[in-house]
């Protein structure tokens, strides 16, 4: 708002100043000629101050748009980048379309930055052309011949500029393009980055991640060049306007039909039109703001579930998955799936690499939306129940959590309801953690940064998270994988103390576990092939192959 009453001031001083110029100049002749009677020096006072306060007005309102439209772009980049991260977060860890992490990176800086041009482009824009326009009327009203002049040769210009402003739109599109394309294989480079020193292929990696450079560079001088022709086109036009506008005003004024001051209005109204191909830079301004703004579009474009309003009873913590389906890349990884978790008992879920085990302990505590289906807590759809409550409600657990905080005490009480330091330590305890946390410098107070955690600890600190909420389904996906067998037994021993009574369902490929499971769901081919005990499957070669990996005797 501040931004356009400034401009839209600095416009009208604008168009206000070649008139109070050409009073000015011709009061200033008319007393000068008849200074030998004594009159004509109080009414060029009179122009002199109207001058002085066009000028005034003029100034102050160029000084505050200065400070107006960077800030203004600043706020509507902030903006942006808000509501993006907001939906981005809101969708998810198992959006149906995943944006790679560095090309979402490029879009949340350089195409955010790009977009919140857009505001501040259009107020230039629509202010330029309005004031080229409100100054071609006034060369008209001052004698037709002037606009003549002016129509004759500017609309020349506006084809080029319409012409490179197409261009620079397909430009921008391509350079934010490809810079997200540099930005993701970085990303992943530097995930992997032991992985490639290891393996000695740094410089192959080098070239992989720098591979879409040339076409970067290709958008970025069609970027140049497209500014470069309506610089150069502009460069030439104006001052041939000028001469045409010029000539046609010296011929009135040798006709008599203007005078001195109003040629001198006439030079500053056909600069203010000419001003219109001054809002070239700002079309061009709104061309890259178009491009940030369709990548920015594609992102809030993604599908986020309904927030539900129904608080969740209490109940034992029953979950049934009724014809669920869950599609990824085109293929369906979850069929029509049907699964009770009964109150209180301890369910895991096996099956081979890629057979969706991930997805359906993701999908049974509301951390993933079937396309189709139903998953349903103690008689509540997921979908319709409060997240905070859910979130309560339903405690995971993961192969490789993330740890969030400051502190390792941070970590541990990072939760939708708050967890007292207590309860976190006991939690840590049942996790098999508290010892290697106690031999930390500073025990629960270290910084996770100077914290050197193997996986396993981290999977302790992660299955303490967990722990630590009074959740009603608690939900282990693969967070044992990294504990050896001991570690694994004493936790689960514990575990079974502290939340046995507590609905659970494991995600494993570890015997141990699923023999101590109440029942195993033998995931296969997107469905529940059996379930039951692991004693009993334990007979099927093809269920023993999935913890062995031998092959299956015909």
Request: proline residues 5%; positive net charge.
């Amino acid at each position: 708002m501040a931004l356009a009453l400034s401009v839209a001031a600095g416009s009208l001083a604008s168009l206000l100043l070649p008139a109070a110029v050409s009073r000015s100049v011709d009061q200033a002749l008319s007393s000068g000629s008849g200074s030998g009677s004594g009159s004509g020096g109080g009414g060029g006072g009179g122009g002199v101050l109207q001058l002085a306060v066009v000028v005034g007005v003029l100034t102050a309102a160029e000084a505050a748009a200065q400070y107006a439209g960077p800030r203004a772009t600043a706020e509507a980049t902030a903006r942006l980048r808000s509501t993006v991260l907001r939906r981005v977060l809101a969708a998810g860890p198992y959006p149906a379309h995943r944006t790679a992490v560095g090309d979402l990176v490029a879009r949340l800086t350089a195409g955010a930055a790009e977009a919140g041009l857009a505001g501040q482009a259009i107020i230039y824009t629509v202010a330029q052309l309005g004031m080229a326009a409100a100054a071609v009327v006034a060369l008209g009203l001052l004698a037709p011949e002037l606009a003549a002049a002016f129509l004759l040769t500017a609309p020349a210009g506006w084809l080029l500029l319409r012409r490179h402003v197409r261009r620079t739109v397909q430009r921008g599109t391509g350079y934010q393009r490809a810079q997200a394309d540099v930005a993701a294989r970085l990303m992943d480079a530097l995930a992997g980055s032991r992985t490639i020193a290891a393996a000695g292929t740094v410089e192959q990696e080098i070239e992989r991640v720098l591979r879409p450079v040339p076409e970067l560079s290709r958008h970025g001088y069609g970027l140049w060049d497209s500014q470069r022709r309506v610089a150069f086109s502009t460069g030439l036009l104006a001052p041939a306007t000028q001469i045409a506008v010029l000539a046609a005003a010296g011929h009135c004024l040798s006709r008599g039909t203007v005078s001195t001051g109003e040629l001198v209005a006439a030079l500053g109204y056909t600069a203010l039109a000419l001003g219109g191909f001054g809002a070239a830079q700002s079309l061009l301004d709104l061309a890259r703001a178009r491009a940030g703004q369709a990548r920015i579009a594609q992102v809030l474009d993604t599908r986020v579930a309904p927030v539900g309003l129904r608080a969740l009873p209490a109940g034992p913590g029953r979950v049934e998955l009724r014809g669920i389906t869950v599609r990824r890349q085109g293929r369906v990884v979850l069929d029509r799936l049907d699964l009770v978790l009964p109150a209180g008992t301890l369910t895991a879920v096996v099956g081979a690499s890629g057979a969706g085990t991930s997805l359906l302990a993701a999908a049974a505590g509301g951390l993933l939306t079937p396309e189709q289906g139903l998953v349903v807590i103690d008689g509540v759809p997921i979908e319709e129940v409060r997240p905070t409550d859910l979130r309560t409600a339903v405690s995971y657990a993961f192969t490789d959590p993330a740890l969030t905080g400051t502190t390792i005490l941070d970590a541990l009480t990072a939760a939708a309801q708050p967890i007292s330091p207590a309860r976190a330590r006991r939690a840590a305890r049942t996790a098999q953690a508290d010892a290697f946390i106690r031999r930390l410098p500073a025990g629960y107070d270290t910084p996770l940064a100077d914290a050197p955690l193997s996986g396993g600890q981290r999977q302790r600190l992660g299955l303490a998270r967990a722990l630590a909420p009074d959740c009603r389904l608690l939900v282990l996906d693969d967070a044992t994988s990294s504990l050896d067998t001991a570690t694994e037994a004493r936790l689960l021993a514990a575990m079974n103390v502290s939340h046995g009574g507590r609905t659970r369902l494991v995600v494993t490929r570890r015997t141990s576990l699923a023999a101590q499971a109440d029942a195993v769901a033998w995931l296969e081919d997107g469905r529940i092939r059996a379930l039951a005990p692991h004693q009993r499957l334990w007979r099927i070669p093809a269920y023993r192959r999935i913890f062995t990996g031998t092959p299956t005797e015909p």
